[in-house]
């Protein structure tokens, strides 16, 4: 337990004026501009910030990890120690006893040549000078304090025989192996499904409770940062913009970035075609000059000149909130973005555009003879050959009409993504068939496909790798142009451009390379390029999840102005179902392969029927999910039953895992496969704060 | 893990079968007259086709093939057409010589050219990185061949420390035999240690960037620690494959050390029977080589299996 | 840095390499039998051999073949090494396997082994041995390109490409292969490198080029026996080799220095 006997009142962590900034060749950025704060032994205090803004490095200057490329000015102070009078040997001695760390990325923070259990133990036994023994024991009781139930396989395991969850478990017990006063965790949920992320942020929670650590919590997810932390601080472009209580925050923002910023979250609610989300122009500036005036006054839809007169100081508001704007008690909601009401279409389901029957996939791969495998049951070895895999894809079908919105909803390794690629004949299908206006694509002959592909294309969620590195922007969106003849060479200059104006983009980025871009811009270009051949139907596979909140947002707007004006058609894949919801007409939940309820947007998210899409809502949300079993992070599917059976907290019984489960069908739109009649607890579903509350304006 | 063994077993065996059939499907490509050879010039074509028809040149080349190959198996190698002896025990003890020569060198290298590039990774931006590169720059510019004659101008010649050339057996006493030795291991360990170093350093300087390192050190573990625990055993694994390499390398060294420094090893016997086209000599010696090498590289990928839990542990847990 | 010195040095050789004729103060194999053995001089700047041929001259005369040698190897073993590592990278399944277990086979030769077995049977000439060793180099450059392409495949623009229904051909040369070449740029400067200190081991043994010519290897061996007494002729023509492949060597690391930053995220 925490031995310290420092009064609780005094903060356990103390920041002011911390500076940073980082050499780069002969020029110098400054990532961290004098930002100040302080932390309470017990507290929770979340940084927020979309990338570039600096929260990572507030994390690397406590934690020493920013390597010699950087300065650091300013005071951080330590339980009342300055870090920087420390010696290296006094600041090993705290990082690791006094401060735990967790980082982004579990797959790169764990060593692959060690065990888990020997990683976890290592802090112990250089800081609390245990046995090796005593602290691999003390490092199985941390693993199962995180809900891991096999602790000893686990122990003994090697990083890369574990998935994402585990492996960010492992870490949090790690860092908590010596017990600190201090948690510190730099996107912590980030890489993870959404239903592990829930789990984790639970368990930190009872952590937190149980044992009375403080928490320093950085992430872009400001939903997460609701249900865990106490105060929150806004970071944009380096500078500290507002700072107060969390709930306050989120409820009535103060600064406009914060505004904007939760604006611009999709509302966990069906929408209609017409509402755009709210989003913020243009994009963070890269160095920002904070004394010719407020650094985020050119996106800023309140601005006046007196905005770039000068620096822009933090002030205090009533409430006990710190916020660095002059108006911050005068200024409205954020606007909204006003579309012009069209009547919405109606779907047939006759005129399809495009009809997946009964598809399926299943990955062989090339099997040698690593899959044999040598067991040895009651003292005779037997060789045997590993069972095949569960197909990716298993007996889907749907149909998308012409003009209308599907979106594809499930967790990383459902399936979605090769389903996308199945539609466009990128892969081709064990079984099923996918026809497109009619004509079934698996036997068309070779010379037809090419028509096809000149109507289907695809966008993808890597921003980094979508676009090749090698061609200009003008190069990419010449080549479809130049390939089916749409338009003759001298005029293909001005269709790139047309093309550059449709995504909003300047002419001038024809010449640009990719790595010239942002993320935001490389995505439209993406876009653009999937406009090029003048598709009819487009696969978003994850356009968005890569991307910040408030690009997010534009992009999304992007796409659904481009539907409207072309007709387009989209699969619209995303984990994320909120994003899924305000694009979408309709929505297929998909999990291992299957779809488990498909129907309109409005009948899929309340109430939720299947008890999938019900844990999907609630880990999303931002209230406190409903508690389910502790389940471990792979499930494995039964073969003949309904594949969600080994998570279900509703299961009924054995008729889960033998029984296919029957396509319960409430309406014409609306088909759920569930043994289930109704959903228990399907109470009014938890839905996101709404950002333009009814309450009186700030 | 049992998967991987059996695969890269059946490689080997598939691997040298295939290796046979190119050594003899090119040693049969000869134009010369294998039976002047043997016969001298002095001999009539009957007695030189009565030979080829003893020698059984006149069957069909599948055929051939299939008596080398189940005699080699057998472990006859054939007569050698110049010595006119058993190739077999004149191989046998010419390899167990090169075999010192090899073993020696390939001991320094892995020991002295790990250390090496450790080294010069965990100070790396410093004097002995800087040293140590310059140092391996000049050692793979140049074949092994010039450094043995550099040494043996240096050792032998002018300050006469050092027997240049020849070999001698144990039982000629511990320093003779090792004086022998000296010069031809230092020529092969020069030129491979500057190659395992410069490796070895790049893998190790990828581990101590990488982001477990960072978290350890953020853990406070001291730097000692994250050096050998941590960032050696992950920095050693991709060695294993490197020196396998090495290996190779030194197969051709050896060929050309034994030239330089005169010594009965099977490389000089090769160089010799190649000159002389000896034919059975010749597809002995290089498949004997080859094999070696098969041989290494199995081994090396066993061991690289064993220390990489990815190979070793396979599966996941959940 | 490195990219500077070294391809001023490069630059240098290939100048020399070109214009050996009109530089060289004595042909190659005239020999002045008065004049043997002499050490380096201002008439002859490194000397001369046994036959009393100006060591000088010599050497420029060898960097022709050394260069030739380097780069017709390459050429070989890029040309016919390139095209199966891509298409086995970008294929993947039977096509794959059939050429990497090809390529495991070559590989399981020792280098020199391969090359003797296929210079020992011929009579040896320049071009057999570039050949030969042009051959020996296909299965590294093979394989360093097809896990080049194996990370470019995982990048979506080449399935982006696809979805357009774009051809083979142009998927291979017009958007992986701009991707493949810088990578293969500094291979091909270990190639160079590699096949030079091959080439000389083969002449060294004897079966590279044969004498008369000025190789620097040959010379190196017909040294040899001298080397107590006229040690410059066999330490002339390795100064030689060392600056030529130090040079190579610096262009191929300061390729690396410059490309390495600008793919970015690859690393």
New interface residues.
């Given amino acids: 337990m925490n031995t310290q006997s420092r009064p609780r009142t005094e903060p356990l962590l103390e920041i002011r004026n911390l500076t940073i900034r980082y050499r780069e060749g002969d020029r110098h950025v400054t990532a961290v501009r004098d930002v100040s704060f302080s932390l309470k032994p017990d507290g929770a205090l979340a940084i927020v910030g979309e990338s570039g803004s600096g929260k990572s490095s507030v994390a690397g200057a406590i934690?020493?990890?920013l390597g010699p490329a950087s300065e650091i000015t300013g005071t951080i102070l330590f339980e009342g120690q300055n870090l920087a009078e420390l010696t290296p040997v006094q600041r090993?001695?705290?990082?690791?006893?006094r401060i735990?760390?967790v980082?982004q990325?579990p797959f790169?923070?764990?060593?692959?040549?060690?065990r888990v259990g020997r990683q976890i133990a290592?802090?112990m036994v250089?800081?609390l000078g245990l046995t090796l023994a005593d602290a691999l024991g003390r490092a199985e009781a941390a693993l199962r304090e995180m809900g891991i139930d096999?602790t000893a396989?686990?122990a003994r395991?090697?990083p890369?025989?574990?998935?994402g969850g585990?492996k960010q478990r492992a870490?949090i017990a790690?860092?908590l192996a010596c017990e600190p006063p201090l948690l510190i965790l730099d996107e912590p949920t980030t890489a993870l499904d959404v239903t592990v992320e829930a789990q984790i942020l639970r368990l930190l929670s009872r952590l937190r409770a149980d044992k009375g650590i403080a928490l320093l919590f950085i992430s872009h997810n400001l939903g997460v940062v609701r249900r865990l932390c106490d105060d929150v601080a806004v970071m944009y472009a380096s500078q500290l913009v507002e700072f107060g209580n969390v709930r306050h925050v989120l409820e009535q923002p103060a600064h406009p970035y914060s505004k904007g910023l939760l604006a611009s979250r999709p509302p966990l609610a069906a929408t209609s075609r017409n509402s755009r989300l709210a989003a913020i122009d243009g994009q963070m500036p890269i160095s920002a000059e904070p004394d010719a005036g407020c650094v985020f006054a050119p996106r800023c839809p309140f601005r006046e000149p007196s905005c770039s007169a000068g620096p822009q100081p933090l002030t205090i508001i009533p409430g006990g909130r710190t916020v660095r704007c002059w108006k911050a008690g005068e200024v409205g909601p954020w606007p909204r973005q006003q579309v012009t009401a069209a009547a919405p279409p109606t779907f047939h389901r006759g005129d399809a555009l495009v009809n997946a029957t009964r598809l399926s996939k299943t990955f062989d791969a090339?099997r040698?003879?690593?899959?044999?495998?040598?067991s040895v049951t009651g003292g005779r070895p037997q060789?045997y050959r590993r069972p095949s895999r569960v197909p990716a894809v298993n007996d889907v079908s749907f149909s998308i009409s012409p003009g209308e919105v599907l979106g594809l909803v499930g967790e990383s390794g459902c399936g979605k993504s090769t389903l996308g690629?199945l539609l466009?004949q990128?892969l081709r299908q064990s079984g099923g068939s996918v026809e497109f206006d009619g004509a079934d694509l698996a036997r068309l002959p070779a010379q037809a496909?090419?028509p096809f592909?000149?109507q289907?294309?695809?966008v993808?969620?890597?921003v980094?790798?979508?676009?090749?590195?090698?061609?200009s922007v003008g190069e990419a969106l010449d080549?479809?142009l130049a390939?089916?003849s749409l338009a003759k060479p001298r005029d293909r200059t001005r269709r790139v451009e047309a093309l550059l104006d449709m995504v909003r983009l300047p002419a001038a980025y024809r010449t640009r390379f990719p790595?010239q871009l942002s993320g935001g811009e490389r995505q439209r270009v993406?876009i653009a390029?999937?406009l090029a051949?003048e598709p009819r139907f487009i696969v978003c596979d994850e356009p968005v999840s890569a991307l910040d909140v408030s690009v997010q947002a534009t992009i999304v707007n992007l796409l659904a102005d481009l539907r409207d004006a072309f007709g387009l058609s989209y699969l619209f894949i995303s984990h994320d179902l909120a994003v899924v919801a305000q694009l979408s007409d309709r929505v297929a939940v998909m999990y291992r392969g299957r779809i488990c309820e498909i129907g309109t947007a409005a009948e899929v998210l309340a109430p939720p029927h299947h008890p999938y899409t019900q844990m999907l809502l609630t880990s999303a949300a931002d209230d406190e999910p409903v508690t389910g079993p502790a389940v471990?992070?792979?499930g494995h599917g039964a073969r003949t039953g309904c594949v969600f059976a080994a998570r279900c907290p509703h299961k009924l019984g054995t008729v889960c895992d033998t029984t296919p489960p029957p396509l319960r069908t409430p309406s014409t739109t609306h088909a759920i496969a569930c043994h289930l009649d109704t959903l228990p607890d399907t109470a009014v579903p938890p839905v996101r704060a709404d950002p333009y509350p009814q309450r009186a304006a700030i | 893990m049992?998967?991987?063994v059996?695969?890269r077993l059946?490689s080997v065996v598939v691997i040298i079968v295939a290796m046979s059939i190119l050594v003899f499907l090119a040693t049969h490509a000869l134009p010369s007259n294998a039976a002047a050879l043997i016969l001298g010039q002095y001999s009539t074509p009957e007695m030189q086709a009565a030979l080829e028809h003893k020698l059984g040149f006149d069957q069909p080349l599948p055929l051939q093939y299939w008596h080398w190959a189940s005699h080699m198996l057998q472990g006859d190698m054939g007569q050698s057409f110049e010595m006119e002896r058993p190739v077999a025990p004149i191989l046998w003890d010419a390899l167990g010589r090169s075999a010192i020569l090899a073993l020696s060198a390939m001991a320094v290298v892995s020991t002295l050219g790990l250390a090496l590039g450790v080294i010069a990774a965990v100070w790396r931006g410093r004097w002995p990185d800087h040293a140590a590169s310059i140092a391996t720059y000049f050692g793979v510019s140049l074949p092994e061949f010039y450094w043995g004659l550099v040494l043996i101008l240096t050792f032998a010649s002018t300050f006469h420390l050092l027997p240049s050339t020849g070999y001698a057996g144990l039982s000629d006493g511990v320093g003779a035999f090792l004086s022998h030795l000296v010069l031809p291991v230092a020529t092969l360990t020069l030129t491979l240690l500057a190659h395992v170093a410069r490796l070895t350093r790049s893998s190790m300087v990828e581990a101590l960037e990488?982001?477990?390192?960072?978290?350890?050190?953020?853990?406070?573990?001291?730097e000692r620690?994250v050096i050998v625990?941590?960032a050696l055993?992950?920095a050693l694994?991709p060695s294993i494959t490197v020196l396998a390499q090495d290996f190779g390398f030194l197969i051709g060294g050896i060929v050309a050390v034994e030239t330089v420094f005169a010594y009965p090893g099977l490389g000089r016997m090769l160089v010799g029977a190649l000159e002389r086209q000896d034919l059975p000599l010749m597809q002995a010696a290089i498949l004997v080589l080859t094999g070696v090498y098969c041989l290494a590289n199995l081994t090396a990928d066993l061991l690289y299996g064993v220390v990489?839990?990815?190979i070793r542990?396979?599966?996941?847990?959940? | 840095m490195a990219l500077v010195v070294g391809g001023a040095l490069v630059v240098v050789l290939i100048v020399v390499a070109a214009l050996a004729q009109w530089i060289a103060p004595y042909p190659y194999d005239q020999m002045h039998i008065r004049d043997r053995f002499l050490p380096p001089s201002l008439h002859y700047l490194a000397g001369t051999d046994e036959y009393g041929r100006d060591v000088f001259s010599r050497l420029l005369f060898g960097s022709q073949l050394s260069l030739a040698l380097g780069m017709t190897a390459t050429l070989i073993s890029m040309g016919i090494g390139v095209p199966l590592g891509l298409l086995a990278g970008y294929r993947r399944?039977a096509t794959d396997?059939v050429i990497m277990r090809t390529l495991d086979v070559m590989m399981a030769f020792p280098p020199i082994m391969l090359v003797l077995l296929i210079l020992a049977v011929t009579p040896p000439s320049l071009m057999k041995t570039a050949i030969a060793i042009g051959v020996l180099a296909v299965a590294p450059i093979a394989r360093v390109t097809r896990s080049v392409t194996l990370d470019l495949m995982?990048?979506?623009?080449i399935?982006?490409a696809?979805?357009?229904?774009?051809r083979l051909r142009y998927l291979l040369v017009r958007?992986l292969l701009?991707?493949v070449w810088p990578v293969l740029m500094v291979e091909a400067s270990l190639r160079v490198v590699f096949a030079v200190l091959l080439g000389a081991v083969l002449s060294f043994l004897g079966f590279g080029v044969q004498p008369p010519a000025a190789d620097w290897g040959l010379m190196i061996s017909n040294g040899r026996a001298f080397v107590d007494t006229a040690p410059w002729i066999s330490l002339a023509p390795g100064i030689a080799m060392s600056i030529t492949v130090i040079g190579i060597s610096l262009v191929g690391d300061g390729l690396r220095e410059v490309l390495d930053p600008?793919?970015?995220?690859r690393r």
């Fill in positions: 934690l020493d990890f090993r001695n705290i990082l690791g006893r735990g760390a980082f990325d790169t923070a764990l060593n692959p040549a060690l290592e802090p250089q800081h096999r396989e686990v395991a090697y890369h025989q574990l998935s585990m870490l790690a860092a090339s040698g003879l690593t899959d044999w495998r040598l060789v690629r466009l990128l496909l090419s592909r000149k289907a294309q695809i993808f969620q890597n980094g790798s979508s676009l090749n590195p090698r061609l080549r479809p390939l089916f790595h993406a390029r999937a051949t471990s992070d792979i | 049992i998967g991987y059996v695969q059946v990488s982001m477990y390192v960072k978290v350890a050190r953020a853990r406070g573990l001291p620690l625990r941590h055993r992950n694994i990489n839990p990815r542990y396979g599966g996941s847990i959940g | 399944g396997e995982s990048g979506e623009f399935e982006a696809r979805a357009r229904g774009e958007e701009p991707n600008k793919l970015g995220s």
